[in-house]
């Protein structure tokens, strides 16, 4: 593969801490040419920069820090917009319009700039100046009130879910802009919160209300609407079954050794099994306790039940699938050696996704990128020298 789908694109990446990284990433890893610009502090967003989350997230860039409060600094990034195709920025709402580099203003400096803004609650509205963080959309978006056991109170979704679904969500609209300015030949301002993300996730969980005025619960490890679709105990651990079809509830019956459940009136068809779930989910749980859980994913999976195990995180990287889709991919890191890093999950034949570098240090490419916008090697050392730049 000599050109990776997306390399024609330069990217200017304002990106910090998740949601606008997620962004810029599904654009990096297919050969976007993405310019993270930092500032010339350490402000600590992200984490460690050599750990796990800040080196997953900022792979495939280069690194320019720009004081953006100085005009001189202001006018580097101005002059970075004249030839990019995308600028992504997450910062609070005010803030790119008090540093003088929100869409209005740098629209006439090239029509064809995709904007991209990523924020809390959304650009403008009653809730636009708040600060918003993953937790605050989970709850606010209605997720920590469905997940957990029932009575157990809110809980968070264990990965950041908001803040990935508003950079992935980012992604696609920037993508579409792209695909938009081959006919218009005009940029635009792309938006996505992590608010309107997250009810955008909740799917038909959010149309049961939207359609029915239902307010959905706390299922625990049921399936809100499908029965029996749950986790079950085995003899050394744990399985996920999902067998709510009268075609796939039959065929789990018979592999379970009990085909009498397929036919009792109180199990026989789905209206009932819901009304009887949990008397239904104790014979189950009853039935799998008698063999381990590799012996029933293999019965389960050949009698064509769908169900699989319940893994730790090194299970998970273990696993033959997980690995044949190669969903840990190495890159190597200066100091830091190779390292594995989590892949994209889609996968195109002819142009797939590429971990070509590791993420840069600050302002590593400073100098290459200044000489590429045309500022000669006194005037890069003056700007140094000023702190204008790192």
């Not at 006919?183 to 635009?188: A, K």
């Not at 796939?248 to 397929?262: F, H, Q, T, V």
């Not at 789905?270 to 989910?281: A, G, P, S, T, Y």
């Not at 989590?342 to 996704?353: H, K």
Request: overall charge neutral.
């Amino acid at each position: 593969m000599s050109k990776l789908p997306l390399s024609r694109f330069k990217v200017i990446d304002l990106t910090r801490v998740r949601a606008g990284p997620t962004c810029v990433r599904q654009l990096a890893d297919w050969g976007a040419d993405c310019i993270k610009v930092e500032s010339t502090e350490d402000e600590g967003f992200g984490g460690e920069r050599n750990g796990p989350d800040f080196q997953n997230l900022h792979r495939n860039k280069r690194s320019i820090a720009i004081n953006l409060k100085a005009p001189q600094g202001a006018a580097i990034l101005k002059a970075l917009v004249k030839d990019a195709d995308v600028l992504v920025e997450n910062y609070r709402p005010d803030v790119k319009f008090r540093l003088g580099i929100d869409y209005e203003t740098l629209k006439p400096i090239n029509q064809r700039l995709v904007y991209a803004s990523i924020s809390g609650f959304g650009q403008d509205g009653p809730y636009k100046d708040r600060p918003g963080f993953d937790p605050i959309a989970q709850g606010m978006g209605g997720l920590m009130s469905i997940t957990g056991l029932p009575g157990q109170g809110p809980v968070r979704a264990g990965i950041p879910i908001a803040d990935l679904c508003a950079g992935i969500f980012a992604a696609q609209g920037i993508f579409i802009a792209l695909l938009e300015r081959e006919e218009s030949g005009e940029g635009q301002w792309v938006q996505s919160s992590l608010l309107s993300s997250m009810i955008a996730m909740l799917d038909f969980q959010g149309a049961r209300w939207t359609m029915s005025q239902e307010i959905p619960g706390q299922e625990g490890n049921n399936h809100p609407t499908n029965i029996p679709a749950t986790v079950y105990q085995t003899r050394d651990g744990h399985i996920n079954i999902s067998a709510s079809s009268n075609s796939i509830y039959a065929k789990l019956c018979n592999a379970l050794g009990a085909p009498e459940l397929a036919t009792d009136a109180k199990f026989s068809n789905f209206r009932v099994r819901r009304e009887n779930r949990d008397e239904l989910n104790d014979r189950i749980d009853a039935l799998t306790q008698r063999k381990t859980s590799a012996e029933w994913v293999d019965a389960l999976n050949e009698a064509g039940v769908p169900c699989g195990p319940i893994y730790k995180m090194n299970e998970v990287f273990a696993d033959p699938q997980v690995k044949h889709l190669k969903m840990a991919q190495s890159v190597e890191h200066p100091t830091l050696g190779s390292i594995d890093l989590v892949g994209q999950p889609m996968f195109l034949s002819r142009t797939p996704s590429s971990l070509r570098t590791a993420t840069p240090e600050r302002g590593q490419h400073t100098d290459t990128i200044l000489t590429a916008l045309g500022y000669d090697a006194a005037t890069i050392a003056a700007l140094k020298a000023e702190k204008i730049v790192l």
